[in-house]
């Protein structure tokens, strides 16, 4: 459990005390079950008190996120958004985990799909559990800088994407160049479909459609 770990209470403390000093989120990785996000939290107001008690200021406000990033937190989805202020979906991890493919693994590297359904299926799922219980949800990883894909996240209604700074301008131009409700009737459409290389050949014809230059 997270409670014990040894470097663990030494990353809270620093990260709340940074906290005083300027917006900071505290998000915990790789969430199984709603008791390891508990038992996280929980580690969390040990140490705000220990701060509190010491006298050194922090935000006794700051966010508090889980990062989803294997099926099982997915599926749980409502329930862990019950405990926290926002979701990240560590896409990377999602996929390997849900398709059972190793990522840098050159022998089934042609299986590791972001366009899978079952993928596709689980994010649509936590980001409308999320707003379902009042929070916001944002996409990591590969998927999140990935311009096919860029449509289908407005379309789930994705609340942030966190790529690297090479990416940023692109991205962005693509957002501008979207409409939400195209983006929804692509989402729609791709709802009955069985493969990943059918979801990307909807995908690009809308990205082809709407900025050929960036995907070129």
């Known amino acids: 459990m997270f409670a014990g770990a040894g470097h663990f209470r030494p990353q809270l403390r620093s990260i709340l005390r940074a906290s005083a000093r300027g917006k900071v989120g505290v998000m915990f990785p ?34 508090v996120g889980a990062m989803i990033e294997i099926p099982s937190a997915a599926l749980m989805a409502d329930e862990l958004a019950r405990e926290v202020d926002f979701f990240s979906i560590g896409t990377n991890d999602l996929v390997q985990y849900t398709l059972a493919v190793d ?78 409700d195209e983006c929804q009737k692509l989402v729609k459409e791709i709802e009955g479909l069985s493969s990943a290389s059918e979801v990307e050949e909807r995908c690009r014809a809308l990205v082809m459609e709407k900025y050929p230059e960036l995907v070129s």
């Open 103 to 180: 990522r840098v693994n050159d022998r089934v590297a042609n299986l590791f799909r972001s366009a899978n359904p079952a993928v596709l299926k689980l994010i649509k799922h936590v980001v409308e559990a999320a707003h379902r219980n009042g929070i916001w949800a944002g996409i990591c990883g590969e998927m999140a800088g990935d311009l096919l894909m860029t449509p289908l996240m407005i379309g789930y209604g994705v609340d942030e994407l966190s790529v690297g700074a090479s990416q940023l301008l692109s991205v962005r131009r693509a957002i501008s160049r979207l409409r939400v």
């Open 30 to 63: 790789f969430i199984c079950c709603v008791e390891e996000l508990r038992d996280a939290i929980a580690a969390l107001e040990e140490e705000k008190i220990n701060l509190r008690k010491a006298g050194e200021p922090f935000d006794d406000n700051i966010e």
